[in-house]
Protein backbone atom coordinates (compact mmCIF):
# COMPACT_ATOMS: atom_id res chain seq x y z
CA UNK A 1 0.00 0.00 0.00
CA UNK A 2 2.97 2.56 1.16
CA UNK A 3 4.51 1.70 -2.20
CA UNK A 4 1.62 2.11 -4.44
CA UNK A 5 1.69 5.29 -2.61
CA UNK A 6 4.97 6.45 -3.42
CA UNK A 7 4.65 5.36 -6.93
CA UNK A 8 1.64 7.69 -7.26
CA UNK A 9 3.32 10.69 -5.12
CA UNK A 10 6.45 10.19 -8.18
CA UNK A 11 4.56 10.31 -10.89
CA UNK A 12 3.08 14.19 -9.63
CA UNK A 13 5.84 16.78 -11.77
CA UNK A 14 7.18 19.10 -8.88
CA UNK A 15 6.18 22.27 -10.41
CA UNK A 16 2.52 20.83 -9.67
CA UNK A 17 4.05 20.50 -6.05
CA UNK A 18 5.38 23.62 -5.50
CA UNK A 19 2.12 25.21 -7.17
CA UNK A 20 0.02 23.05 -4.47
CA UNK A 21 2.04 24.02 -1.76
CA UNK A 22 1.71 27.45 -2.59
CA UNK A 23 -1.90 27.35 -3.16
CA UNK A 24 -2.16 26.07 0.59
CA UNK A 25 0.43 28.44 1.91
CA UNK A 26 -1.78 31.44 0.47
CA UNK A 27 -5.09 30.24 1.47
CA UNK A 28 -4.05 29.03 5.32
CA UNK A 29 -4.14 31.82 7.57
CA UNK A 30 -7.76 32.72 6.07
CA UNK A 31 -9.32 29.33 6.56
CA UNK A 32 -7.58 29.01 9.90
CA UNK A 33 -6.75 32.53 11.09
CA UNK A 34 -6.27 31.21 14.66
CA UNK A 35 -3.64 29.65 13.93
CA UNK A 36 -1.84 32.33 11.42
CA UNK A 37 1.24 32.68 14.27
CA UNK A 38 1.86 29.51 14.28
CA UNK A 39 1.89 28.93 10.96
CA UNK A 40 3.72 31.67 10.77
CA UNK A 41 6.58 30.23 12.82
CA UNK A 42 6.22 26.87 10.68
CA UNK A 43 8.03 28.27 7.72
CA UNK A 44 10.56 29.80 10.06
CA UNK A 45 11.32 26.49 10.63
CA UNK A 46 11.22 25.44 7.63
CA UNK A 47 13.81 28.21 6.64
CA UNK A 48 16.13 27.08 10.15
CA UNK A 49 16.65 23.55 7.96
CA UNK A 50 16.47 24.52 4.65
CA UNK A 51 19.62 26.95 5.49
CA UNK A 52 21.53 24.70 7.75
CA UNK A 53 21.25 21.53 4.72
CA UNK A 54 23.04 23.73 2.97
CA UNK A 55 26.53 22.83 5.00
CA UNK A 56 25.13 19.87 6.67
CA UNK A 57 23.41 18.00 4.36
CA UNK A 58 24.47 19.22 0.88
CA UNK A 59 28.06 19.99 1.59
CA UNK A 60 28.38 17.24 4.30
CA UNK A 61 29.82 20.29 7.03
CA UNK A 62 27.84 19.80 10.13
CA UNK A 63 27.47 22.86 11.76
CA UNK A 64 26.32 23.70 15.01
CA UNK A 65 26.66 27.55 15.03
CA UNK A 66 24.71 28.55 12.37
CA UNK A 67 22.19 30.37 14.69
CA UNK A 68 24.04 32.94 14.99
CA UNK A 69 23.04 34.49 11.61
CA UNK A 70 19.79 34.11 12.92
CA UNK A 71 20.60 36.17 15.94
CA UNK A 72 22.52 38.94 14.29
CA UNK A 73 19.36 39.04 11.90
CA UNK A 74 17.31 39.82 14.79
CA UNK A 75 19.64 42.34 16.57
CA UNK A 76 20.35 44.54 13.39
CA UNK A 77 17.10 44.95 12.27
CA UNK A 78 16.03 45.62 15.56
CA UNK A 79 18.47 48.21 15.99
CA UNK A 80 17.90 49.54 12.73
CA UNK A 81 14.07 49.92 13.45
CA UNK A 82 14.86 51.49 16.81
CA UNK A 83 17.23 54.34 15.41
CA UNK A 84 16.61 54.97 11.68
CA UNK A 85 13.59 57.22 12.73
CA UNK A 86 11.55 55.98 9.88
CA UNK A 87 7.81 54.94 9.75
CA UNK A 88 7.25 51.38 10.66
CA UNK A 89 7.15 49.62 7.49
CA UNK A 90 9.73 51.88 6.06
CA UNK A 91 12.13 50.85 9.02
CA UNK A 92 10.96 47.61 8.87
CA UNK A 93 12.20 46.70 5.39
CA UNK A 94 15.62 48.18 5.95
CA UNK A 95 15.93 46.34 9.07
CA UNK A 96 15.15 43.21 6.48
CA UNK A 97 18.02 44.48 3.74
CA UNK A 98 20.77 44.95 6.71
CA UNK A 99 19.86 42.26 8.59
CA UNK A 100 20.33 39.81 5.64
CA UNK A 101 23.43 42.05 4.42
CA UNK A 102 24.99 41.89 7.90
CA UNK A 103 24.51 38.38 8.51
CA UNK A 104 25.98 37.60 5.15
CA UNK A 105 29.11 39.71 5.00
CA UNK A 106 29.82 37.68 8.82
CA UNK A 107 29.65 34.40 7.07
CA UNK A 108 32.32 36.01 4.72
CA UNK A 109 34.47 36.64 7.54
CA UNK A 110 33.95 33.34 9.47
CA UNK A 111 33.90 31.84 6.82
CA UNK A 112 37.59 32.76 5.91
CA UNK A 113 38.58 31.97 9.62
CA UNK A 114 36.75 28.83 10.13
CA UNK A 115 35.89 26.78 6.93
CA UNK A 116 39.74 25.65 6.38
CA UNK A 117 38.88 23.61 9.36
CA UNK A 118 37.06 20.14 8.65
CA UNK A 119 35.30 17.51 10.33
CA UNK A 120 34.30 18.01 14.69
CA UNK A 121 36.85 20.60 14.71
CA UNK A 122 34.37 23.02 12.68
CA UNK A 123 31.41 21.13 14.46
CA UNK A 124 33.18 22.48 17.83
CA UNK A 125 34.28 25.82 16.52
CA UNK A 126 30.89 26.53 15.14
CA UNK A 127 29.34 25.59 18.59
CA UNK A 128 31.87 27.69 20.41
CA UNK A 129 30.83 30.96 18.14
CA UNK A 130 27.18 30.33 18.95
CA UNK A 131 28.52 30.64 22.25
CA UNK A 132 30.26 33.66 22.77
CA UNK A 133 27.67 35.50 20.36
CA UNK A 134 25.33 35.01 22.39
CA UNK A 135 27.50 36.26 25.60
CA UNK A 136 28.48 39.31 23.80
CA UNK A 137 24.93 39.94 22.78
CA UNK A 138 24.13 39.46 27.26
CA UNK A 139 26.65 42.21 27.93
CA UNK A 140 26.42 44.63 25.54
CA UNK A 141 24.53 47.66 27.04
CA UNK A 142 23.87 49.24 23.53
CA UNK A 143 21.56 46.36 22.35
CA UNK A 144 19.73 46.01 25.84
CA UNK A 145 22.08 43.60 27.44
CA UNK A 146 20.68 40.72 29.39
CA UNK A 147 17.40 42.69 29.49
CA UNK A 148 17.12 42.16 25.44
CA UNK A 149 15.47 44.46 23.17
CA UNK A 150 11.06 45.48 22.52
CA UNK A 151 10.43 45.50 19.32
CA UNK A 152 8.14 48.71 17.55
CA UNK A 153 4.80 47.87 17.89
CA UNK A 154 3.13 46.52 14.47
CA UNK A 155 0.55 49.79 13.41
CA UNK A 156 -2.48 48.27 12.01
CA UNK A 157 -5.39 46.77 13.14
CA UNK A 158 -5.59 44.35 15.50
CA UNK A 159 -5.39 40.74 13.71
CA UNK A 160 -3.11 42.08 10.85
CA UNK A 161 0.03 41.92 12.34
CA UNK A 162 -0.81 38.04 12.44
CA UNK A 163 -1.20 37.74 9.12
CA UNK A 164 1.26 40.44 7.38
CA UNK A 165 4.20 38.57 9.21
CA UNK A 166 3.00 34.90 8.08
CA UNK A 167 3.07 36.03 4.50
CA UNK A 168 6.52 38.53 4.89
CA UNK A 169 7.57 34.64 6.55
CA UNK A 170 6.12 32.69 3.73
CA UNK A 171 7.86 34.67 1.18
CA UNK A 172 11.24 34.33 3.20
CA UNK A 173 11.02 30.56 3.12
CA UNK A 174 9.75 30.52 -0.79
CA UNK A 175 12.23 32.79 -1.88
CA UNK A 176 15.03 30.14 0.24
CA UNK A 177 13.33 27.32 -1.27
CA UNK A 178 13.38 28.07 -4.88
CA UNK A 179 16.98 29.68 -4.58
CA UNK A 180 18.53 26.48 -3.36
CA UNK A 181 16.42 24.23 -5.65
CA UNK A 182 17.85 26.35 -8.33
CA UNK A 183 21.32 26.37 -7.14
CA UNK A 184 21.68 22.41 -6.40
CA UNK A 185 20.96 21.84 -10.06
CA UNK A 186 23.79 24.30 -11.26
CA UNK A 187 27.47 23.69 -11.25
CA UNK A 188 27.59 24.73 -8.13
CA UNK A 189 25.18 22.21 -6.72
CA UNK A 190 27.85 19.49 -8.08
CA UNK A 191 30.37 21.00 -6.04
CA UNK A 192 28.92 21.07 -3.20
CA UNK A 193 27.96 17.45 -3.21
CA UNK A 194 31.71 16.66 -4.65
CA UNK A 195 33.09 18.55 -1.09
CA UNK A 196 30.64 16.52 0.82
CA UNK A 197 31.49 12.93 -1.07
CA UNK A 198 35.43 13.25 -1.31
CA UNK A 199 37.06 17.17 -0.39
CA UNK A 200 40.61 16.09 -0.98
CA UNK A 201 39.88 14.63 -4.64
CA UNK A 202 37.56 17.84 -5.53
CA UNK A 203 40.57 20.42 -4.64
CA UNK A 204 42.69 17.81 -6.74
CA UNK A 205 40.21 18.41 -9.57
CA UNK A 206 40.89 22.06 -9.44
CA UNK A 207 37.76 23.31 -6.83
CA UNK A 208 38.09 26.42 -4.71
CA UNK A 209 36.87 24.30 -1.77
CA UNK A 210 37.12 27.12 0.86
CA UNK A 211 35.28 29.89 -1.05
CA UNK A 212 32.74 27.40 -1.97
CA UNK A 213 32.03 26.52 1.62
CA UNK A 214 32.53 30.02 2.20
CA UNK A 215 29.67 31.19 -0.21
CA UNK A 216 27.29 28.27 0.44
CA UNK A 217 27.55 29.36 4.55
CA UNK A 218 27.05 33.44 3.29
CA UNK A 219 23.74 32.30 1.61
CA UNK A 220 22.59 30.07 4.32
CA UNK A 221 23.23 33.17 6.46
CA UNK A 222 21.65 35.39 4.26
CA UNK A 223 18.40 33.57 4.70
CA UNK A 224 19.02 33.02 8.43
CA UNK A 225 19.33 36.76 8.96
CA UNK A 226 16.12 38.10 6.66
CA UNK A 227 14.12 34.84 8.90
CA UNK A 228 15.78 36.35 12.21
CA UNK A 229 14.79 40.09 11.36
CA UNK A 230 10.86 38.64 10.83
CA UNK A 231 10.98 36.34 14.10
CA UNK A 232 11.91 38.93 16.63
CA UNK A 233 9.47 41.29 15.38
CA UNK A 234 6.54 38.68 15.56
CA UNK A 235 8.03 37.98 19.14
CA UNK A 236 8.38 41.29 20.21
CA UNK A 237 11.19 40.90 21.84
CA UNK A 238 14.55 39.71 21.54
CA UNK A 239 16.23 37.62 24.47
CA UNK A 240 19.93 37.52 23.90
CA UNK A 241 20.47 33.43 25.14
CA UNK A 242 16.47 32.51 24.89
CA UNK A 243 15.76 33.78 21.34
CA UNK A 244 18.44 35.37 19.27
CA UNK A 245 21.73 32.86 19.73
CA UNK A 246 19.61 30.02 21.46
CA UNK A 247 21.42 26.97 20.71
CA UNK A 248 19.78 24.89 22.75
CA UNK A 249 16.49 25.48 20.88
CA UNK A 250 17.08 27.15 17.08
CA UNK A 251 20.14 25.99 17.27
CA UNK A 252 19.70 22.35 17.54
CA UNK A 253 15.91 22.09 15.89
CA UNK A 254 17.52 23.34 12.67
CA UNK A 255 19.79 20.08 12.48
CA UNK A 256 16.97 17.65 13.98
CA UNK A 257 14.29 18.85 11.16
CA UNK A 258 17.28 18.53 8.83
CA UNK A 259 17.78 14.96 9.84
CA UNK A 260 14.23 13.75 10.36
CA UNK A 261 13.35 14.78 6.56
CA UNK A 262 16.34 13.68 5.44
CA UNK A 263 19.77 15.71 4.67
CA UNK A 264 21.44 16.52 1.40
CA UNK A 265 17.88 16.51 0.02
CA UNK A 266 15.45 19.11 -1.47
CA UNK A 267 12.14 18.18 0.08
CA UNK A 268 13.33 16.83 3.24
CA UNK A 269 14.24 19.74 5.61
CA UNK A 270 10.94 20.92 4.62
CA UNK A 271 8.94 17.89 5.53
CA UNK A 272 11.18 17.53 8.26
CA UNK A 273 10.17 20.80 9.81
CA UNK A 274 6.35 20.47 9.18
CA UNK A 275 6.29 17.11 10.92
CA UNK A 276 8.76 18.64 13.82
CA UNK A 277 6.76 21.44 14.38
CA UNK A 278 3.09 19.80 14.29
CA UNK A 279 4.56 17.76 16.66
CA UNK A 280 6.38 20.42 18.95
CA UNK A 281 2.64 21.92 18.99
CA UNK A 282 1.28 19.22 20.12
CA UNK A 283 2.99 18.77 22.85
CA UNK A 284 2.82 21.92 24.17
CA UNK A 285 -0.99 21.85 23.69
CA UNK A 286 -1.61 18.40 25.78
CA UNK A 287 1.42 17.56 27.59
CA UNK A 288 2.01 20.91 29.22
CA UNK A 289 4.56 20.70 32.07
CA UNK A 290 5.91 17.56 30.11
CA UNK A 291 6.27 18.75 27.16
CA UNK A 292 10.34 19.30 27.10
CA UNK A 293 10.39 15.48 28.49
CA UNK A 294 8.32 14.60 25.28
CA UNK A 295 10.06 16.80 22.99
CA UNK A 296 13.94 15.10 24.08
CA UNK A 297 12.23 11.56 23.91
CA UNK A 298 11.43 12.40 20.07
CA UNK A 299 15.13 14.53 19.21
CA UNK A 300 15.89 10.49 20.35
CA UNK A 301 13.57 8.61 18.65
CA UNK A 302 14.63 10.78 15.40
CA UNK A 303 18.62 10.37 16.04
CA UNK A 304 18.22 6.43 16.47
CA UNK A 305 15.72 5.59 14.33
CA UNK A 306 15.29 8.00 11.25
CA UNK A 307 19.24 8.46 10.78
CA UNK A 308 18.51 8.59 7.25
CA UNK A 309 15.45 10.77 7.43
CA UNK A 310 11.70 10.26 5.84
CA UNK A 311 13.46 10.92 2.16
CA UNK A 312 15.90 8.10 3.01
CA UNK A 313 13.53 6.04 4.25
CA UNK A 314 11.34 6.14 1.25
CA UNK A 315 14.61 5.67 -0.92
CA UNK A 316 15.09 2.31 0.26
CA UNK A 317 11.86 1.24 0.39
CA UNK A 318 11.77 2.37 -2.90
CA UNK A 319 15.36 0.31 -4.20
CA UNK A 320 13.89 -2.78 -1.93
CA UNK A 321 10.55 -2.42 -4.46
CA UNK A 322 12.62 -2.76 -7.99
CA UNK A 323 15.27 -5.68 -5.89
Known amino acids: MIDKLIARFERIPQWALIAGLGVVAVSAPFIVPS ?65 GAVSLLSALVFGAALLGIR ?84 EAMGLRTTQIKTMAWAISAFFLGLAGAVAGNMLGFIDPRDVAFSGATFGVWMVLMAILGGKGTLWGPVIGAAIFHLTKELFWTYLLGWQRVALGLLIVVIVLFFPQGIMGWLAARKAGARA
Open 35 to 99: LATQLAFLWLMVVLAQTWDVLGGQMGYNSFGNVIFFGIGCYASAVVQRDSGLPYFDALALGLLVA
Open 119 to 202: GHYFAIATLGLGIAAGEIAAGWSYVGAGSGMAMPLYPGALGQREIFFYFLMFAIAAACFMTLRALYATRFGLALNAIRDDEDKA
